[in-house]
């Protein structure tokens, strides 16, 4: 199931190697919205105006356990 999550500009990561890009969004083509590499995680928009599946998402950031 897609979910949607508040993307507010156009930049995003460039540049990223193999298995850094966790997650994709797409928007007039695939970027990588969600980045990540050994224990240090990022994403590319706003979890906490994203509504009930940007609180998801940060909810399983606390528990999360590289």
Known sequence: EPQYFYH???YHPAG???GEALGTADYDGRFPTIVGRGS???????PEKSQRVGIELLA???????
Do not use: A
């Open 8 to 10: 507010v500009h156009s």
């Open 40 to 46: 240090v995680m990022g994403v590319q928009f706003h």
């Open 16 to 18: 990223l190697v193999k």
């Open 60 to 66: 399983r950031f606390v528990e999360w356990q590289p």
